[in-house]
């Protein structure tokens, strides 16, 4: 089992000049019960199972479980899932000893950037680069989970 | 992917002297959707997770994906499932070119047998030991996942 403590932001600059790699993530989600999420990747060319413990809003850390899978699996089994379909580019963003990972969505979620970085302790000190904007860690609306069934598109009617 | 085809029968005399190996299977499932079932097992000293596409009552086919993991990473999983976990030992018997798996229950299901026997084919034909009862095929009934929600013990008051 892993624990994931991460730290996610808005963006309010330009980043991609920044980026040090980038490659295309599909993700859905086979199920999105109260007590777990089960995640179903395609990242570049390889595949993967996600399971991770459910997430109480204001909480940082959660239990993740990820396992590579045949890609061919994972694009089949993301027919399986339900609600919508995530589509982003992800770009990897270096500053001090820490890796940004910036999520640009599309589709449904167009228009959507959001930048995470991944802390081995909640209050471990971290360089914020000058295009990271406000904070929404823990604010369900920017859960990819959350944005399959109610995409960024979407949120002037919620 | 894998197709599994299999038939479930009842059990109506002595099978375990004909049983050339046996073993304890704990699982329970981390989602339950109308689209697929994720179950987590822990068989023998392995650990495994499965996606299940659904299968509608009289379909005997269902898409089935199975990976090996960590049994510790099983066993933690356990504790996030819904509902009941399942607990029984499973025994494997032979018959003519086939393999018939029988479980035997215990705890909430306690009482309960079922035998099944994988084929590769709906039509493909099957040597049927004497100990084998009535056909429970597409019962949903006796599906596991049923079972973990409404245990056999339970089924008088359903």
């Given amino acids: 089992m892993g624990y994931e403590i991460e730290r996610k932001f808005l963006i309010k600059g330009d980043f991609k000049s920044q980026a040090y790699k980038s490659?295309?993530?599909?993700?859905?989600?086979?199920?999105?019960?109260?007590?777990?999420?089960?995640?179903?990747?395609?990242?570049?060319?390889?595949?993967?199972?996600?399971?991770?413990?459910?997430?109480?809003?204001?909480?940082?850390?959660?239990?993740?479980?990820?396992?590579?899978?045949?890609?061919?699996?994972?694009?089949?089994?993301?027919?399986?899932?339900?609600?919508?379909?995530?589509?982003?580019?992800?770009?990897?963003?270096?500053?001090?000893?820490?890796?940004?990972?910036?999520?640009?969505?599309?589709?449904?979620?167009?228009?959507?950037?959001i930048a995470e970085v991944e802390l081995k302790e909640e209050n471990e000190n971290f360089e914020r680069p000058e295009w990271l904007g406000a904070e929404v860690t823990g604010n369900v609306r920017y859960y990819n989970s959350f944005l399959s069934i109610h995409p960024f598109k979407s949120w002037s009617k919620l």
Avoid at 57 to 75: K, Q
Avoid at 84 to 100: C, E, N, P, S, V
């Fill in 23 to 113: 490659f295309r993530i599909k993700q859905g989600y086979l199920s999105l019960s109260g007590v777990s999420v089960i995640r179903v990747r395609v990242k570049g060319e390889k595949g993967y199972i996600t399971v991770k413990s459910a997430l109480a809003e204001g909480m940082l850390t959660r239990h993740e479980w990820e396992y590579e899978i045949p890609v061919v699996d994972a694009e089949e089994m993301l027919n399986l899932c339900e609600e919508g379909i995530i589509d982003k580019t992800r770009y990897l963003i270096k500053a001090g000893d820490h890796i940004f990972e910036v999520d640009e969505f599309y589709g449904e979620n167009e228009g959507l950037l």
